[in-house]
């Protein structure tokens, strides 16, 4: 399975195809408002139907999940090597107060002119407080299509010639930028409704 979080870091490649930023458009501040993501421990899968059991420890995670740490400011991927060896990836995130919800997440791979970038994030479930237990997720992309495929699609040496950019996008190295934070927020919209995307489905696990 593909992350999230590892599709967010290939986002800085030259020739990928997400919606990407060299300033945040929205701060914490700004966030003041949106629903909270309740930390803890979190299932994270492109499989709808893919459960990880509470008590199942990290050895035993289902493999066709992805344990995601849920902190306040930022979502942690682990991840075991061949070899058993954990390795992590930290995604700094905002989560925005607008209609529709959009996850602002920001690599921390050194010297990307464009470090952000964008998903549409719907929340599916929540606990008794009001916090976020569920959500479903799609990254934006520059024309509506998944954002990267293989290797040779991620390194540029295939589909050199771009498609059409969804209204309010323009192309730049590394993907596409928004026009305006109200851009933003209608390729969003699109993504709601566009079929065949990459979605990721995150269900919370425990404390």
Known sequence: MRGLLVLIALLGLAGCNGVVSSEPWFTPEEARGAPVLKPGVWNLSDQADCVAEPTAALEQWPACGEVLLVRETDLVSLSASDDGAWTWTRTPFVLSATDPRVLQLKTEADELPTPYAY????????????????????LLTCDGAAPVGTVKEISGE????????????????????????????EVARMHLKLPGLNTHYATFVRD
């Open 119 to 138: 998903a549409v994030l719907q929340p599916t479930a929540s606990d008794e407080q009001g916090r976020v237990t569920g959500f479903t997720t799609v």
């Open 158 to 185: 295939a589909n050199k010639e771009a498609p059409p950019l969804l209204p309010g996008l323009t192309r730049v190295d590394g993907g596409c930028v928004a026009e305006s934070r109200e851009a933003l927020l």
